[in-house]
């Protein structure tokens, strides 16, 4: 970390065993796929669609990765 920062992406269970633990981007996949499923429902049958932007927080999971600055 010293030297260069590396961030992942999706909070994998091996981001927070490995050396240095791995800062990461977090998702809530279920939040994502229930939101999914029901917008997936609600078009089923509809001929006229329309697209939609959906905006879910994510959350920056700081670790050993990356630089702590002071």
Do not use: A, H, W
């Amino acid at each position: 970390p010293e030297d260069i920062s590396i961030i992942g992406f999706d909070d994998i269970d091996f981001c927070e065993y490995s050396t240095p633990s791995l800062t990461t981007i977090k998702r809530p996949m279920k939040k994502i796929s229930m939101l999914g499923c029901e917008k997936l429902l609600k078009l089923l049958g509809k001929k006229d669609l329309q697209g939609e932007k959906i905006y879910i927080k994510t959350e920056l999971c700081i670790r050993e990765s990356v630089r702590k600055i002071n």
